[in-house]
């Protein structure tokens, strides 16, 4: 009968020590900051971003294993608020007592603006020093209050390498990893099982727990029946997300509607929401094509509603057919230029008052105080020459 523990061997794997860390060798590498914190118990609030299975947890779980401060973990999908506020009591005692508290939260990105906005003061003050795990960049994701009281710490995916070291590690290891099991497989198959991984660890770890689990002896054929759509390389939440989705705009905007259908494919096979990428291609019909075809964004809004009505498979075709057409159509990007140049002028001259004579005038005073006067009603009236911005721009010209 098979012993080994019950626990995936991702976790069984797990390493409790940097010593024991693959890859990330800038982050923590020797004379690194983030190793010297560690090593000395003086950990900073951070954020932790890279794609799935590239160290972000294992990190954390260093930190927990290295420190003596109480460490805390959240998932950002399970908790709230509520739990915040019972962490923060905690927190609060052990600030009496002068013990650090160390907040880590996967996922960060998961929660809310109000709810990172709960976690603010209680940084600013080091009642918490937090870690939070993200996939996503969190130039976008992290409220910027709370980024800029944070260190961002980036992590690349691990190499093919990194992997193959991973792989024959927990092969090798007779306590936590298969090495009891005494697997039979060549170099080759472990090489493939790191190509297929894409930079996951965890991804690489399940592969081959899965495949070990299925017989002793691992072939390519084995990998390739548990990797399933793995070889899509594709990750909803990670960075290859961003890279997919960006090829899929680039390929539009350059009129290759091929390219364009292939990465929309990409996306709806390998589990994308199809809400999401519609609502991409809502922008992209305002901001890439804008008012050289204004029936781009029209289109784009029923395919949207359609995303949302009957969903996949259903909508592949919509949306199919929106790229398609989003690639051949004419383009310009005049409103999304215009909309940066007005920004500039409002950043750069403030609040400029408006003009008196396009001002409303409801009342009697405001009547009096010249608001609305020498306005020229268009539908009426000849307005040629009417000024509508304010005094020191209104020469300024943003299309």
Not at 53 to 58: D, E, H, Q, R
Not at 283 to 302: H, I, K, M
């Amino acid at each position: 009968m098979d012993q080994t523990p019950i626990s995936p061997l991702a976790d069984r794997m797990r390493p409790k020590t940097l010593e024991d860390f693959f890859g990330q060798e800038e982050l923590v590498g020797e004379n690194s900051l983030l190793r010297s914190s560690i090593a000395t118990d003086s950990v900073f609030s951070m954020i932790l971003w890279g794609p799935p299975g590239s160290g972000k947890t294992t990190l954390a779980a260093i930190i927990a294993n290295q420190t003596h401060s109480d460490f805390i973990k959240l998932s950002a999908v399970e908790s709230g608020v509520k739990e915040l506020r019972a962490i923060v009591e905690r927190a609060q005692q052990n600030q009496r007592l002068g013990t650090k508290t160390i907040l880590f939260i996967d996922e960060i990105h998961r929660w809310n603006k109000s709810q990172q906005d709960g976690l603010l003061p209680h940084v600013e003050t080091g009642t918490i020093t937090l870690i939070g795990a993200t996939t996503e960049n969190p130039s976008f994701e992290v409220n910027s209050a709370l980024i800029s009281r944070m260190r961002v710490f980036v992590l690349r995916r691990l190499t093919e390498e990194h992997l193959q070291s991973i792989l024959k590690h927990a092969l090798s290891d007779k306590v936590n990893g298969l090495g009891a099991m005494k697997i039979q497989i060549e170099d080759s198959v472990i090489g493939l099982i790191a190509n297929l991984a894409n930079g996951d660890a965890r991804s690489a770890l399940n592969i081959l727990e899965l495949c070990a689990k299925q017989k002793k002896e691992i072939t390519p054929e084995l990998v390739k029946q548990a990797i399933q759509k793995a070889h899509l390389m594709y990750d909803r939440a990670g960075e290859e997300h961003y890279n997919i989705i960006s090829a899929l705009h680039k390929s539009m905007r350059g009129g290759d509607g091929h390219a364009a259908v292939y990465w929309l494919v990409r996306m709806l096979e390998a589990g994308e929401d199809p809400t999401y990428i519609a609502r991409r291609l809502l922008r992209f019909a305002a901001e890439d094509v804008g008012l050289a075809d204004p029936f781009a964004l029209v289109l784009a809004e029923s395919v949207f509603e359609a995303c949302q009505k009957i969903g996949m498979p259903e909508c592949n075709v919509h949306l199919s057919e929106l790229v398609i057409y989003l690639s051949k159509t004419k383009k310009s990007v005049a409103a999304y230029l215009a909309y940066g140049k007005a920004k500039a002028d409002v950043e750069k001259y403030g609040n400029l008052g408006v003009p008196l004579h396009i001002r409303n005038a409801p009342t009697k005073l405001m009547k009096e105080l010249n608001y609305g006067k020498g306005y020229k009603y268009t539908p009426l009236e000849d307005s040629t020459g009417q000024e509508y911005l304010p005094e020191e721009i209104k020469d300024h010209r943003y299309f």
